[in-house]
């Protein structure tokens, strides 16, 4: 079994109001995405639905882009973390019904971690358990098949970060811990309700939102020169995706293909990370001190990426 399901769509909404009246939607959604696939970049599957009826589905891009292998409908993705919001739903949900409290401790269901660690810690990613994606040698397992209890035993005797409720960090460990523990409960909710929408304002309104207000923002070096920020726009080559830096706001913002705009955060001069996730990007510089590329630092992993020049 791997630790990372499959997702047999991804769900794109479009703003069906912003298409112009003169075109149908899939001439919309095709101005909108067709660029995936004439530029041979990493796609998508696209379904449009209203009122429980399906209106378009189909796939932009590709699925594999040395094969040159287009996605279709069909086509399935990593669904990744997408899956914590059910997974914390389900915890919820089983709370409500009485059937685990967020109080419990952590060895009410599994022995060997450390004392004081409670279902609400693993939640909110305050439980300072380290997470098996920071460990230097998880690029070299993730593609390989694992059980449950060999993936537990695999983190369970690391030292933790902080003692719970000290910290914050996200954590890949307390959330698979936390899909065992719903088998476990063996009362897996129904499945009305769980819409997306609907899990996330549950669990930002109910738990996440609170606690992590609760937490110190993390620093930011003040004495970066906002006005050399320009100096960092532009695409860097990430082989199978492009990373596009701009100044936004008077931020600077990346961009991963495929993925959402994010601000990024200087730690110094050159190095910027993002908050979302544990990763941070060192801006390099040649002799004149034009920027060349940039180091990229993710889950303990670091690749050099070169600036495309246009």
Known sequence: MSPFPRLLAALVLLPLSSLRAEIS????????????????????????????????????????LGQKKPVTA???FRIGSVSKQFTAAAILRLADEGKLALADPLEKYFAGFPEGVTLDHLLTHTSGIHSYTDKPEFLGRVAKPIAPEDLIAWFRGDPPDFEPGKGFHYNNSAYFLLGEIVALA??????????????????????LEAEIRKLPPLAEDPAVDKKRYPDFVGRYDYKNAVLTVSVEGGGLHAQLTGQPKLRIH???????????VEAS??????????????????NGATFDAAKIED
Request: charged share 25%; glycine share 12%.
């Open 281 to 298: 990007v060192t801006f390099k510089k040649d002799d004149t001190g034009k920027v060349t590329g940039v180091t990229h630092r993710q």
């Open 186 to 207: 063996n009362a897996l909710p129904p499945v009305a309700g769980f819409e997306p929408a609907a899990v996330t304002r549950q669990i930002a309104g109910k738990l």
């Open 25 to 64: 939607l899939e001439e919309g959604i095709q101005a909108h995405l067709g660029k995936l696939s004439a530029d041979a970049l990493p796609g998508m599957a696209v379904l449009v639905a209203r009122d429980g009826k399906i209106l378009y589905q189909g796939g932009f891009g590709f699925a594999d």
């Open 74 to 76: 069909g086509t399935r």
């Open 266 to 276: 200087p730690k110094s001069a050159t190095e910027f990370e993002w908050r979302e």
